[in-house]
């Protein structure tokens, strides 16, 4: 005969663990070893002896007589006030502790899975906002049987195994009592009704992959990464669960000419040394077509204009960011006899420049 093992050390708690860290050890091990979420060899004795260590320890009666007595303290026998006692099943046990039957469990509707993609677009389509068609493969309801599973003109029937409840009950009677083990129904899954003819379209599943073209409306101001959510346009629900979203992820491509810093347009602007010595005016292209900038005798390579509103659409509110004309003086390189000639009679002209101990470009724009 196999010698039990004592109810402390099966629970893992010690002899003076209160009534909170039994049960918080039962429902650990109970997870762990439950026969419908282990189906490894040994897994489901591991649970009874479990389960009997539980319903001892649980009950202060039951547990003062083990601690005087032993194993024999709550053996059926002469004298022991827990004869002919019913321990309900380990599947009963665990239902109490983590809520409800397996049937009940998987006939509730069950929502959609969400479905993610992505989406290239322009920089000036990012800026201003635009609608694109996008194609996605998800899963609908069938469009033959209407998610019935079975072929038109044919219905389910009452599972003969477990008569419709989904359920199997097992029996095991030992000198405790009985344990009755309570397990999703292995012909029908817990459904309680079978699949006689399977829908030919959706082979019984109720759902089809299908391919979608959806009209994905861009608004102005997104950025790289924004998401774009498409509410109900993901995976179909099974029971009657409601779709799924679709998340469409934005790549905004780069832009030759500008960058951009939040709703910030940054554009740099090449001029030549007897523009920035002289003055003059220059063309500076921006989101809304070319724009004319006055430049100043004297302007420095560094220099920034600020043309207001001329940058990105606020995504959440009114407005518009700004264009910042960054100037870059071009430094020639390659002059020629008289250019050379007259840059080293000019250059004999100046007083020697002074050292800039301000910030750069980026510091500048900031400010």
């Not at 001892?56 to 039951?62: G, Q």
């Amino acid at each position: 005969m196999t010698t039990k093992r004592d109810y402390y050390d099966v629970l893992g708690v010690v002899r003076g663990a209160n009534p909170e860290e039994i049960k918080r050890a039962f429902r650990k091990l109970a997870m762990q070893y439950h026969p419908d979420r282990n189906q490894e060899v040994g897994a489901e004795e591991r649970f009874k002896e479990i389960s009997e260590a539980y319903e001892i320890l649980s009950d202060p009666e039951r547990r003062n007589a083990y601690d005087h007595f032993g194993h024999a303290g709550v053996q059926n026998g002469a004298g022991n006030p827990f004869q002919g006692f019913d321990f309900g099943g380990f599947g009963d046990i665990f239902e109490t502790f983590f809520g409800g039957a397996t049937r009940r469990q998987r006939r509730q509707p069950l929502r959609g899975s969400d479905l993610r993609t992505g989406l290239s677009i322009t920089f000036e389509e990012a800026a201003f906002g635009v609608e694109k068609e996008i194609e996605i493969a998800r899963r609908e309801t069938c469009s033959e049987c209407h998610g019935q599973r079975s072929k038109p003109g044919t219905f389910p029937s009452r599972c003969s195994s477990c008569n419709g409840t989904g359920e199997v009950r097992r029996v095991q009677k030992n000198f405790f009592g009985q344990f009755v083990n309570v397990s999703a129904c292995p012909q029908c899954l817990g459904e309680g009704e079978v699949i006689g003819s399977p829908c030919d379209r959706c082979n019984g599943v109720g759902l089809e992959r299908r391919e979608r073209r959806l009209l994905v409306k861009i608004p102005a101001g997104v950025d790289e990464g924004s998401q774009i959510r498409l509410a109900g346009e993901g995976d179909a629900g099974i029971n009657n669960g409601g779709p799924g979203d679709l998340y469409v992820a934005l790549n905004v491509e780069s832009h030759s000419l500008f960058e951009r810093d939040g709703d910030n347009v940054i554009y740099e602007l090449q001029i030549n040394y007897a523009q920035a010595a002289l003055g003059s005016e220059a063309e500076v292209p921006t989101l809304d077509g070319p724009h004319t900038v006055r430049i100043a005798s004297g302007t420095q390579n560094g220099h920034v204009f600020t043309l207001k509103n001329k940058g990105v659409p606020h995504l959440r509110s009114q407005g518009r960011g700004d264009q910042f004309v960054v100037v870059r003086v071009a430094v020639p390189t390659k002059l020629n006899h008289y250019q050379r000639k007259l840059l080293q009679e000019l250059a004999g002209s100046f007083d020697p420049p002074q050292a800039d101990g301000r910030k750069g470009v980026l510091g500048k724009i900031k400010r």
